[in-house]
């Protein structure tokens, strides 16, 4: 199927199966990626690059970049695109804010992402360990771009406000696909409320850029893409990422077809027609992947 043709299914998802050549990607070791990796296990931190089994750990680790992962390693949802484990727990690392904060001290960033699981087993969401996190970092690294790549906090009161409160640079959350496979895709979240989240935040004084971010290869059609472009850059959201999904293992969402790089590339292009500032397509681009450099083109 061509993003611009008829909507035969290929059925290319299993993951033993070989990848298109520009989906290869070799693995690169080097002294700043075992350097970040070792800070990472003497602080106690998580990482959505391991977790989530990103094609680009090698080439961020190696640059020194990375995006943190906070309120541990098990979500209380089964999204069926991600790798990160599931879990219903009821404790918060109440010290992992100023071990975050410490890390991003030593590795001396200009630009850190942080995200988390989603933790609908608390009151807030989690939203109050991000507030944290950004005040720990501004009071130790205060020269230190935030970018946070937050949940929908199940839409519980206050919990967007508060984390808009503490005033992050980038504030993101991602769409990750198009209404109509939602249910099958992310269940237990919304594709009209993370819409609506993400107006709140473009709309907000208190946030320099909003951004959201999409996968594709899992069942959508170019109209849905489209339509979905349209909303986004209607709801006023600042950057947007399209990647290719790659599955994880047999047992997640099947790949049902991979796109080539020159697809991206006309997705790019309609979604600037559309009117979005920043738009980075690509099949292994991610939401976090060159973040510092959107901010600071858009800066």
Known sequence: MSVHGAKTKHRMGDPRRGKPAWLRVAPRTGDEYFRLRALMRDEGLNTICTEGRCPNTSECWNQGTATFMILGDQCTRRCTFCNVGYGWSGTVDADEPERLARAIGRLGLSHVVITSVDRDDLPDGGAGLFVESVRQIRSTSPDCGIELLIPDFAGKEGALERVLGSRPDVLAHNLETVPRLYAGVRPRSQYARSLDLLRR???????????????????????????????????????????????????????????????????????????????????????????????????
């Open 201 to 299: 935040v473009a709309a907000s004084s208190e946030v320099a850029l909003s951004k959201t971010g999409i996968m594709v290869g899992l069942g959508e059609t170019h109209d849905e893409l489209v339509h979905l472009m349209a909303e986004v850059a209607a709801a006023g959201v600042d950057i947007f990422t399209v990647g290719q999904y790659l599955q994880p293992s047999v047992k997640h969402h099947r790949v049902e077809r991979f796109y080539a790089p020159g697809e991206f590339e006309a997705l790019a292009d309609r979604g600037r027609a559309l009117g979005l500032v920043w738009v980075e397509a690509g099949p292994l681009v991610r939401s976090s992947y060159h973040a510092a450099n959107q901010t600071q083109a858009l800066g």
